[in-house]
């Protein structure tokens, strides 16, 4: 088959592929995409309403936790401050390296970020 042939064979598949595609049903109690909005901005507003809502429903929840947790009198109170910012810490992903102990594979004395 020549080139000529190969680029014919191609529309051909393409014509029947798009033909197919256009024909297909969707599947019982479904309907096609086929609306005028961008499907990422419908998505993006379910997001954020969502979000909006599980927010709102936490927010008397938080704040209970957080009254009841400052009531705490004297040294049991930065104690529970402290936990409160190391969960924080821990789940922002924020690492300290002060007063630890270097990585195993650093060389005493190196360009790592301990020693700037």
């Given at each position: 088959m020549g080139n000529a042939g190969l680029k014919r064979w191609r529309a051909a598949a393409a014509g029947v592929f798009a033909a197919s595609v256009g024909a297909a049903q969707p599947f019982p109690g479904t309907v096609p995409l086929d609306g005028?909005?961008?499907l990422a901005d419908v998505y993006l507003s379910g997001l954020e309403?969502?979000?909006l809502r599980e927010t709102s429903q936490l927010a008397p929840a938080r704040e209970r936790l957080w009254r009841e947790g400052l009531n705490v009198c004297g040294q049991r109170a930065d104690a529970w401050l402290v936990e409160r910012r190391r969960e924080l810490a821990r789940r922002l992903g924020v690492r300290d390296g002060m007063g630890r102990r270097r990585h195993a594979g650093a060389v005493r004395g190196g360009a790592g970020p301990s020693n700037r």
């Amino acid at each position: 088959m020549g080139n000529a042939g190969l680029k014919r064979w191609r529309a051909a598949a393409a014509g029947v592929f798009a033909a197919s595609v256009g024909a297909a049903q969707p599947f019982p109690g479904t309907v096609p995409l086929d609306g005028t909005n961008d499907l990422a901005d419908v998505y993006l507003s379910g997001l954020e309403r969502l979000l909006l809502r599980e927010t709102s429903q936490l927010a008397p929840a938080r704040e209970r936790l957080w009254r009841e947790g400052l009531n705490v009198c004297g040294q049991r109170a930065d104690a529970w401050l402290v936990e409160r910012r190391r969960e924080l810490a821990r789940r922002l992903g924020v690492r300290d390296g002060m007063g630890r102990r270097r990585h195993a594979g650093a060389v005493r004395g190196g360009a790592g970020p301990s020693n700037r």
